[in-house]
């Protein structure tokens, strides 16, 4: 097996890499890992193979599974316009380049896995979220949604593409979390707004867990039947999308408190959501406004989450 993965460094990629490379292992199978990089002196593991983007242009190498991550943070900045530039262009030129080494190969890769979030879906309270449900337009959502336009291209040279709207990953040595278990561990941390917005979360072992079993279920089903998780049904038959986030959300109170209790510290402190909109400005919304995803495709697939409950996130992934 050969897999290509844009943005592998990273908190997701990185993890998916060293799971995959052990599974293989023990499995006595063989497994070939490069990550797409723009710079050729990027610190990486022995056992993982570098690209970089310039090279891919030029490559004739051959993927049966490309692994779409590359993309800025979105909540790691205020959303100026310049920024929203940035988090747009950091989806968009990766994917460009990929598409672009799709469509000259002479061997077509088996599938494209092409990350996205479920900010597509927008803001829309408590309602239950599905793979079928429609969006609410804004920025979040426009920004997922021109992301997976893009990468659905890979479909017109035949390759097979997979969307997975990932939720709030959970771990403590990155992303959210990690930003604060700092002011958790001080006692200030505290809920955001009224604490009843929901939170989407998907702990990291079963992100990892959920985009292998993914690739694994759609390269034995080469026919890729249309269902209910189709975008298009009725036209297009070689694309599904998968909501990457653990069945049971969360209030932000519920978050907070499960985190003080895990952690031992008081969470008497609370951010007023006119607060957080002056310090934040657009990008508040991802604070103060829920989206309720359910893995409906995930779960009708079969796949078993490790982590059904934050607490038992927390709890099994993680040393304080």
């Not at 051959?62 to 790691?76: E, K, P, S, T």
């Not at 990291?204 to 080469?222: G, K």
């Not at 499960?258 to 957080?276: E, M, N, Q, S, V």
Request: aromatic share 10%; with cysteine.
């Amino acid at each position: 097996m050969n897999i290509l993965i844009s943005g592998g460094s990273g908190f997701l990629g990185s993890a998916f890499s060293q799971e995959l490379l052990m599974r293989y292992q023990q499995m006595g199978k063989a497994l070939q890992i490069t990550w797409l990089t723009r710079d050729s002196n990027q610190a990486h593991p022995s056992d993982i193979t570098m690209m970089t983007y310039d090279e891919l242009t030029k490559s004739d190498a051959y993927f049966d599974v490309i692994l779409n991550l590359a993309g800025a943070g979105i909540a790691d900045a205020r959303w100026s316009d310049d920024r929203k530039e940035q988090l747009l262009a950091s989806r968009m030129k990766p994917t460009k380049d990929i598409l672009a080494f799709v469509a000259r190969s002479h061997v077509k890769p088996k599938l494209l896995v092409s990350g996205s979030a479920i900010g597509w879906y927008g803001n829309q309270g408590v309602k239950p979220l599905t793979e079928s449900s429609g969006f609410q337009t804004d920025f979040a959502h426009q920004l997922c949604d021109d992301w997976e336009q893009l990468a659905l291209q890979a479909t017109e040279f035949g390759v097979p593409v997979t969307l997975v709207r990932t939720g709030v990953v959970i771990h403590p040595t990155g992303g959210m979390l990690s930003k604060l278990l700092t002011p958790f561990k001080m006692g200030v941390g505290g809920q955001l707004g009224d604490g009843q917005q929901i939170m989407s979360w998907i702990s990291r072992d079963d992100w990892v867990a959920a985009v292998t079993f993914v690739i694994e279920q759609q390269l034995n089903d080469s026919a890729f039947q249309v269902n209910e998780n189709t975008l298009h049904p009725a036209s297009n038959n070689d694309m599904k999308i998968y909501n990457l986030t653990a069945p049971n959300p969360v209030t932000n109170h519920t978050f907070t408190k499960t985190l003080g209790a895990w952690l031992h510290r008081p969470t008497f402190f609370t951010l007023p959501a006119f607060l957080l909109k002056l310090i934040f400005g657009e990008m508040s919304t991802l604070l103060i406004d829920g989206q309720k995803v359910l893995p409906k495709a995930l779960l009708d697939g079969g796949f078993e989450f490790k982590h059904q409950t934050f607490k038992e996130a927390l709890e099994q992934q993680a040393v304080k």
